[in-house]
Protein backbone atom coordinates (compact mmCIF):
# COMPACT_ATOMS: atom_id res chain seq x y z
CA UNK A 1 0.00 0.00 0.00
CA UNK A 2 1.66 3.21 -1.19
CA UNK A 3 1.96 5.68 1.82
CA UNK A 4 3.17 9.29 2.37
CA UNK A 5 3.53 10.17 6.28
CA UNK A 6 4.07 13.66 7.24
CA UNK A 7 5.67 14.87 10.27
CA UNK A 8 3.24 16.63 12.82
CA UNK A 9 2.19 20.02 13.11
CA UNK A 10 4.31 22.99 13.81
CA UNK A 11 3.92 26.22 15.68
CA UNK A 12 6.62 28.76 14.99
CA UNK A 13 7.83 32.12 15.70
CA UNK A 14 8.97 34.76 12.76
CA UNK A 15 12.00 34.61 11.67
CA UNK A 16 12.59 30.73 12.99
CA UNK A 17 13.44 27.78 10.54
CA UNK A 18 11.53 24.65 9.84
CA UNK A 19 11.88 21.14 8.33
CA UNK A 20 8.94 19.09 7.67
CA UNK A 21 9.18 15.62 6.30
CA UNK A 22 7.01 13.54 4.02
CA UNK A 23 7.97 9.59 4.07
CA UNK A 24 7.23 7.23 1.43
CA UNK A 25 6.42 3.63 1.74
CA UNK A 26 4.95 1.17 -0.20
CA UNK A 27 6.54 1.94 -3.56
CA UNK A 28 10.16 2.43 -5.04
CA UNK A 29 10.69 5.84 -3.69
CA UNK A 30 13.50 6.53 -7.04
CA UNK A 31 11.18 6.06 -9.96
CA UNK A 32 8.10 8.93 -8.93
CA UNK A 33 8.59 12.53 -8.04
CA UNK A 34 7.53 14.29 -4.76
CA UNK A 35 5.81 17.67 -5.21
CA UNK A 36 4.36 19.76 -2.56
CA UNK A 37 1.43 22.19 -2.00
CA UNK A 38 0.53 24.64 0.08
CA UNK A 39 -3.07 25.44 1.27
CA UNK A 40 -3.30 28.59 3.11
CA UNK A 41 -6.60 28.90 5.76
CA UNK A 42 -9.72 28.42 3.97
CA UNK A 43 -8.03 29.01 0.41
CA UNK A 44 -7.10 26.84 -2.90
CA UNK A 45 -4.55 24.84 -3.47
CA UNK A 46 -1.19 26.03 -4.94
CA UNK A 47 1.31 24.17 -6.43
CA UNK A 48 4.90 24.83 -5.06
CA UNK A 49 7.77 22.06 -6.39
CA UNK A 50 8.76 19.24 -6.73
CA UNK A 51 12.13 16.93 -6.35
CA UNK A 52 13.05 13.50 -8.13
CA UNK A 53 14.67 11.55 -5.12
CA UNK A 54 16.93 9.51 -7.55
CA UNK A 55 18.72 12.60 -8.48
CA UNK A 56 17.57 15.37 -6.20
CA UNK A 57 16.29 17.29 -9.67
CA UNK A 58 13.91 19.91 -8.22
CA UNK A 59 12.02 22.46 -10.16
CA UNK A 60 9.90 25.19 -7.97
CA UNK A 61 7.39 27.92 -9.45
CA UNK A 62 8.14 30.96 -9.58
CA UNK A 63 6.08 31.97 -6.37
CA UNK A 64 7.92 29.61 -4.52
CA UNK A 65 11.25 30.08 -5.54
CA UNK A 66 14.10 31.37 -2.94
CA UNK A 67 11.13 31.38 -0.30
CA UNK A 68 11.97 27.31 0.44
CA UNK A 69 14.14 24.31 0.02
CA UNK A 70 12.79 20.98 -1.53
CA UNK A 71 15.18 18.23 -0.90
CA UNK A 72 15.18 14.59 -0.58
CA UNK A 73 17.12 11.60 1.47
CA UNK A 74 16.97 8.43 -1.13
CA UNK A 75 18.33 6.00 1.93
CA UNK A 76 15.61 6.76 4.16
CA UNK A 77 12.45 7.14 1.85
CA UNK A 78 11.98 10.77 2.92
CA UNK A 79 11.40 13.89 1.23
CA UNK A 80 11.62 17.38 3.07
CA UNK A 81 9.89 21.22 2.84
CA UNK A 82 12.48 23.49 4.46
CA UNK A 83 12.12 27.12 5.63
CA UNK A 84 15.04 29.74 6.98
CA UNK A 85 13.27 32.49 7.60
CA UNK A 86 9.02 31.86 8.45
CA UNK A 87 7.34 34.97 8.07
CA UNK A 88 3.62 34.61 9.29
CA UNK A 89 2.08 34.01 5.63
CA UNK A 90 3.74 30.74 5.76
CA UNK A 91 0.75 29.22 7.85
CA UNK A 92 -0.81 27.08 5.72
CA UNK A 93 -1.30 23.53 5.49
CA UNK A 94 1.53 21.46 3.53
CA UNK A 95 0.85 18.47 1.40
CA UNK A 96 3.42 16.56 -0.61
CA UNK A 97 2.05 14.44 -3.46
CA UNK A 98 3.82 11.26 -5.18
CA UNK A 99 3.80 11.89 -9.38
CA UNK A 100 4.86 9.40 -11.89
CA UNK A 101 6.65 12.18 -14.08
CA UNK A 102 7.48 16.25 -13.50
CA UNK A 103 5.21 17.04 -16.23
CA UNK A 104 2.17 14.97 -17.67
CA UNK A 105 0.99 13.19 -14.66
CA UNK A 106 -1.46 13.97 -11.76
CA UNK A 107 -0.45 13.53 -8.22
CA UNK A 108 -1.82 10.22 -7.50
CA UNK A 109 -1.15 9.74 -3.75
CA UNK A 110 -1.23 12.81 -1.13
CA UNK A 111 0.36 12.72 2.44
CA UNK A 112 -1.98 13.59 5.54
CA UNK A 113 -0.85 17.46 5.46
CA UNK A 114 1.32 19.53 8.07
CA UNK A 115 -0.23 22.21 9.48
CA UNK A 116 2.51 24.53 10.14
CA UNK A 117 1.70 28.00 12.39
CA UNK A 118 3.84 31.05 12.05
CA UNK A 119 2.89 33.06 15.00
CA UNK A 120 4.70 35.58 17.62
CA UNK B 1 1.61 30.39 -16.24
CA UNK B 2 -1.81 28.61 -17.20
CA UNK B 3 -4.68 29.95 -15.22
CA UNK B 4 -7.43 28.22 -14.21
CA UNK B 5 -10.70 29.41 -13.20
CA UNK B 6 -13.58 27.49 -11.94
CA UNK B 7 -17.41 28.01 -11.94
CA UNK B 8 -19.39 28.90 -10.54
CA UNK B 9 -17.85 29.87 -6.57
CA UNK B 10 -20.29 27.50 -4.62
CA UNK B 11 -23.43 25.05 -5.77
CA UNK B 12 -25.73 24.35 -3.90
CA UNK B 13 -28.02 21.13 -4.73
CA UNK B 14 -29.94 18.72 -2.86
CA UNK B 15 -29.07 14.91 -2.93
CA UNK B 16 -29.96 13.18 -6.09
CA UNK B 17 -29.96 15.82 -8.23
CA UNK B 18 -26.95 16.90 -11.04
CA UNK B 19 -23.53 19.31 -10.62
CA UNK B 20 -21.93 20.52 -13.26
CA UNK B 21 -18.70 22.11 -12.95
CA UNK B 22 -16.56 24.46 -14.64
CA UNK B 23 -13.02 24.72 -15.12
CA UNK B 24 -11.50 27.55 -17.89
CA UNK B 25 -7.76 27.43 -18.99
CA UNK B 26 -6.09 31.23 -19.85
CA UNK B 27 -3.92 28.78 -22.50
CA UNK B 28 -4.96 25.34 -23.97
CA UNK B 29 -4.04 22.49 -21.94
CA UNK B 30 -2.20 20.50 -24.36
CA UNK B 31 -3.55 16.50 -24.75
CA UNK B 32 -5.97 17.02 -21.94
CA UNK B 33 -3.75 17.26 -19.37
CA UNK B 34 -6.36 18.17 -16.66
CA UNK B 35 -7.19 16.65 -13.49
CA UNK B 36 -9.84 16.99 -11.21
CA UNK B 37 -9.48 16.61 -7.69
CA UNK B 38 -12.66 16.14 -4.50
CA UNK B 39 -11.31 17.44 -0.96
CA UNK B 40 -13.58 17.20 2.43
CA UNK B 41 -13.50 19.02 5.42
CA UNK B 42 -9.88 18.05 7.01
CA UNK B 43 -8.93 15.87 4.41
CA UNK B 44 -6.07 15.82 1.64
CA UNK B 45 -7.85 16.00 -1.32
CA UNK B 46 -8.34 13.00 -3.53
CA UNK B 47 -8.00 12.38 -7.40
CA UNK B 48 -11.09 11.80 -9.20
CA UNK B 49 -10.60 12.32 -13.22
CA UNK B 50 -6.91 12.47 -14.90
CA UNK B 51 -6.83 13.19 -18.35
CA UNK B 52 -9.88 15.16 -18.28
CA UNK B 53 -12.19 12.15 -18.57
CA UNK B 54 -10.69 9.15 -17.05
CA UNK B 55 -11.72 7.90 -13.38
CA UNK B 56 -9.27 7.32 -10.98
CA UNK B 57 -8.95 3.49 -9.42
CA UNK B 58 -11.81 3.28 -7.15
CA UNK B 59 -14.01 6.86 -8.43
CA UNK B 60 -17.78 5.85 -8.58
CA UNK B 61 -18.98 6.07 -12.38
CA UNK B 62 -21.45 9.35 -11.39
CA UNK B 63 -18.00 11.48 -12.01
CA UNK B 64 -17.73 12.17 -15.35
CA UNK B 65 -14.97 14.52 -17.12
CA UNK B 66 -15.54 15.92 -19.97
CA UNK B 67 -13.15 18.69 -22.09
CA UNK B 68 -10.78 19.32 -24.32
CA UNK B 69 -8.41 22.57 -25.13
CA UNK B 70 -10.03 25.62 -22.75
CA UNK B 71 -12.55 24.40 -21.07
CA UNK B 72 -13.21 21.09 -19.01
CA UNK B 73 -16.39 20.17 -17.25
CA UNK B 74 -16.71 17.69 -13.76
CA UNK B 75 -19.90 16.21 -13.76
CA UNK B 76 -21.64 14.80 -10.67
CA UNK B 77 -25.23 12.66 -11.50
CA UNK B 78 -27.00 11.91 -8.87
CA UNK B 79 -25.71 13.42 -5.57
CA UNK B 80 -24.24 11.31 -2.68
CA UNK B 81 -24.38 12.75 0.67
CA UNK B 82 -20.61 12.04 0.56
CA UNK B 83 -20.12 14.37 -2.71
CA UNK B 84 -20.66 17.77 -0.80
CA UNK B 85 -17.21 18.61 -0.76
CA UNK B 86 -14.92 21.51 -2.96
CA UNK B 87 -13.65 20.00 -6.01
CA UNK B 88 -10.73 21.12 -7.88
CA UNK B 89 -9.24 21.19 -10.93
CA UNK B 90 -5.50 20.85 -11.85
CA UNK B 91 -3.14 21.41 -15.07
CA UNK B 92 -0.09 19.33 -15.50
CA UNK B 93 0.54 20.48 -19.25
CA UNK B 94 2.54 22.99 -18.44
CA UNK B 95 5.35 24.16 -16.16
CA UNK B 96 4.44 25.38 -13.32
CA UNK B 97 1.53 23.25 -12.40
CA UNK B 98 -1.41 25.32 -11.39
CA UNK B 99 -5.33 24.85 -9.96
CA UNK B 100 -7.91 26.40 -10.14
CA UNK B 101 -9.73 28.30 -6.79
CA UNK B 102 -12.46 25.42 -6.06
CA UNK B 103 -16.12 25.27 -6.41
CA UNK B 104 -17.96 24.12 -3.76
CA UNK B 105 -20.94 21.74 -3.93
CA UNK B 106 -23.15 22.43 -0.40
CA UNK B 107 -26.32 20.90 0.43
CA UNK B 108 -29.38 22.76 -0.57
Known amino acids: EVQLVQSGAEVKKPGESLNISCKAS????????IGWVRQMPGKGLEWMGI????????KYSPSFQGQVTISADKSINTAYLQWTGLKAPDTAMYYC?????????????WGQGTLVTVSS | EIVLTQSPGTVSLSPGERATLSCRAS???????LAWYQQKPGQAPRLLIY???SRATGIPDRFSGSGSGTDFTLTITRLEPEDFAVYYC?????????FGQGTKVEIK
Open chain 1, 26 to 33: GYTFTTYW
Open chain 2, 90 to 98: HQYSRSPRT
Open chain 2, 51 to 53: GAS
Open chain 1, 51 to 58: IYPADSDT
Open chain 1, 97 to 109: VRVRTMLRSPPDY
Open chain 2, 27 to 33: QSVSSSY
